[in-house]
């Protein structure tokens, strides 16, 4: 991964966009777009696009999406404290004393979520018996304010919040942060657009890459993309569960593991001929594979984009990831790099005309 694409995921990394709220994260990903895209645009709800070769054919669309998990006040109490609830799946119980961010400014106001100390958990000692922390009962935000007054001078009910921690290095080219699900998708997007632009050799297809909103509440901003661009085919770039840690479960998971290569779904809304097509890319270009079972769901875009209008045939690549839907995502730089070479060579095998269906 070269320097200015390791900046962009960076960047990436540090623009906040719970569902919803994406727009800074777009805007970032289309500044970088303008370098090398043919068009940039958006739609109504904020949808980014990026185009190279508009009149190729047929139209390959590879799409992650903005947003991120994060959390929304709800109320503001006497004493200035701010009650929450979930944007997205975040488990209650890893927010206690997390720092975070309240977007009613573009900056974001500064918190953290209040933690109830060990001492004061003792019931033997007349303490509060906390037997888990619930929204709605014990996960609040403490901004500092003395008062319900105070706090509303800078926050409202409906500001969005984030959790604030950046990207991180660890040891054998693994880093952490915060939002790499998916961050990384529409990373892999728009950076396999620019090797293909790069690459010198002019493509047969059109290539749009998309950075869809609102996927943590449901996959709907790929929906709406995904009708209005009608694609001949698409791959969705998200992440995946790996089992490479304490505690994880091979059985119901599967085997993927950070450092062994992208992650090719089968099943369900995976186009059984895309698929191979990606398979046999990866061979050509010897990039390493795993391989997950989607049985019924891919839990991607891919499940919206799949059904949109007469049926796209979609494909899914993924990156191994530990610890999702935290603050401490966890992946492997260098899957993530074969991800951008994998989308580009197979938008460069296009052939004009090429249509994908299933053989009957």
Not at 253 to 275: F, I, K, Q, Y
Request: aromatic letters at 6%.
């Amino acid at each position: 991964m070269d320097g200015n694409a390791r900046t962009f995921l960076e960047d990436l990394v540090s623009s906040f966009g719970p569902s919803g709220f994406e727009a800074p994260v777009v805007r970032c990903w289309l500044d970088y777009a303008r370098q090398f895209a043919d068009e940039v645009y958006t739609d109504a709800y904020g949808n980014g696009f990026a185009v190279l070769n508009p009149g190729g054919d047929p139209h390959a669309v590879l799409t992650g999406h903005a947003d991120e998990i994060g959390l929304m006040v709800t109320y503001i109490d006497d004493e200035g404290f701010l009650w929450v609830s979930g944007i997205g799946g975040y488990d209650a119980k890893i927010l206690p004393s997390m720092r975070v961010r309240v977007l009613s400014t573009p900056q974001g106001l500064p918190g953290l979520i209040g933690s109830l100390p060990p001492h004061m958990q003792r019931a033997s000692a007349g303490g509060t018996e906390l037997q888990r922390y619930q929204f709605g009962i014990n996960i609040y935000v403490d901004i500092g304010a003395g008062s319900k007054a105070e706090a509303e001078k800078h926050v409202r009910v409906g500001d969005p919040v984030v959790l604030d921690y950046g990207l991180e290095e660890l040891q054998n080219g693994l880093v952490c942060g915060r939002a790499l699900d998916n961050r990384i998708g529409i990373w892999s997007a728009i950076e396999a657009l620019r090797r293909v632009k790069q690459s010198g050799k002019a493509p047969a297809a059109r290539i749009t890459a998309i950075a869809a909103v609102q996927e943590e509440i449901g996959c709907k901003g790929a929906q709406m993309a995904a009708f209005r661009e009608d694609p001949d085919l698409a791959i969705a770039v998200d992440v995946t569960q790996s089992v490479d840690h304490p505690l994880a479960e091979k059985k119901r998971w599967g085997d993927m593991r950070v450092g062994n290569g992208p992650v090719l779904a089968h099943g369900s809304a995976c186009h059984p001929e895309l698929t191979k097509r990606l398979e046999a890319v990866a061979r050509h270009k010897r990039i390493p594979l795993q391989h997950e079972a989607a049985p019924r769901h891919t839990g991607t875009d891919a499940d919206s984009i799949f059904r949109s209008r007469s049926g796209i045939p979609t494909a899914v690549v993924s990156l191994a990831q530990r610890y999702m839907h935290s603050p401490a995502e966890t992946v492997d730089l260098r899957d993530l790099d074969q991800i951008a070479d994998l989308l580009a060579a197979l938008c460069g095998s296009l052939k004009k005309g090429e249509r994908f269906s299933v053989r009957v």
